[in-house]
């Protein structure tokens, strides 16, 4: 069963730094692009940043040049570092694949920027 476990969230202060991380099991990780979404009260769920099994990257425009996601294959993890957070980047954070035909989230993790 695919699962993925988010974790890494929690308060932070405007312009502080954050590094979520997803643990993968149940597929074989090295061969599947890995997402990081988030998704604030009361909104859409909304993509942050995606990367491709040859550690390809793009990102949403809110946080080109903040964030940056990587893989560790060899760990079956991927992660999210975010820099210079801003009060607007708070949400809950979940990360994602498509197996097999399905789509696939973790429970998601609460990152709260606030002064």
């Known amino acids: 069963q695919v699962q993925l476990v988010e974790s890494g969230g929690g308060l932070v202060q405007p312009g502080g730094s954050l590094r979520l991380s997803c643990a993968a099991s149940?597929?074989?990780?090295?061969?599947?692009?890995m997402g990081w979404y988030r998704q604030a009260p009361g909104k859409q769920r909304e993509l942050v940043a995606t990367?491709?099994?040859?550690?390809?990257?793009n990102y949403a425009h809110s946080v080109k040049g903040r964030f940056a996601i990587s893989r560790d294959n060899a760990k079956n993890t991927v992660y999210l570092r975010m820099n210079s957070l801003k009060p607007e980047d708070t949400a809950v954070y979940y990360c994602?694949?498509?197996?097999?035909?399905?789509?696939?989230w973790g429970q998601g993790t609460q990152v709260t920027v606030s002064s």
């Open positions: 149940g597929f074989i990780f090295s061969r599947y692009l």
């Open positions: 990367i491709t099994s040859g550690s390809s990257t």
């Open positions: 994602n694949t498509a197996v097999g035909g399905n789509v696939y």
